[in-house]
């Protein structure tokens, strides 16, 4: 859950050679603590809302990996923000249970999750991505080329999937944690 204490700070930064202003909001978290790690993303509009394509391409900082984000399902080379988070939290589930079996010698070949989400219906069509996730069923398949080495361990494999996730995977945590943010805006000129 996202706190309710939300505070906005807003500064214009005046250029020479005004051609059109550009509004960026940052969402941080409130307190930042020296001694933890900070992670830095940025997403950039890719295309101009004049022609009706509202796309982004966020960017993590760190590795320099990108990924395309689109308002709604029309563009099939990205996808929504809420899809997203539903990939962020089956990735990070997988690689989790991925390094707990293999740490444990289990013979795994591959690992897929599979997410049902749902929501309720959006007033407004438009607006379905902006209705948050009310329920999501998270359903992990593990593929092993020794399946009665799998069933034989069955209990422990259960008990590493369940740490993996409840101890390890931080966008689970993340989404089950009270979490404390801000942002701010900031009007730049571009030339």
């Not at 607006?127 to 020794?146: C, F, G, N, Q, R």
Request: with cysteine; proline share 3%.
């Amino acid at each position: 859950m996202l706190s309710s204490a939300r505070s906005c700070a807003t500064r214009l930064r005046a250029k020479c050679g005004t051609c059109r202003h550009l509004l960026s909001t940052a969402v941080s978290l409130c307190r930042f603590d020296a001694n933890r790690e900070v992670t830095n993303v940025v997403v950039t509009s890719d295309a101009a809302p004049a022609q009706n394509k509202f796309r982004f391409i966020g960017r993590d900082q760190a590795s320099n990996a990108q990924v395309a984000m689109a308002i709604n399902h029309t563009d099939t080379t990205a996808t929504t923000p809420m899809s997203l988070l539903l990939i962020a939290l089956g990735g990070c589930m997988a690689m989790n249970v991925q390094l707990l079996l293999s740490n444990k010698k289990l013979p795994v070949s591959s690992i897929r999750t599979e997410i049902r989400a749902q929501k309720r219906k959006a007033p407004i069509a438009a607006l379905k991505d902006t209705e948050p996730w009310e329920s999501i069923h998270v359903h992990l398949i593990i593929e092993s080329d020794d399946v009665e080495e799998m069933h034989r361990k069955e209990n422990t494999v259960r008990e590493l999937v369940a740490a993996s996730i409840e101890k390890y995977c931080g966008v689970h945590k993340t989404l089950q944690a009270e979490i404390s943010w801000d942002h701010s805006v900031e009007s730049a000129v571009v030339k």
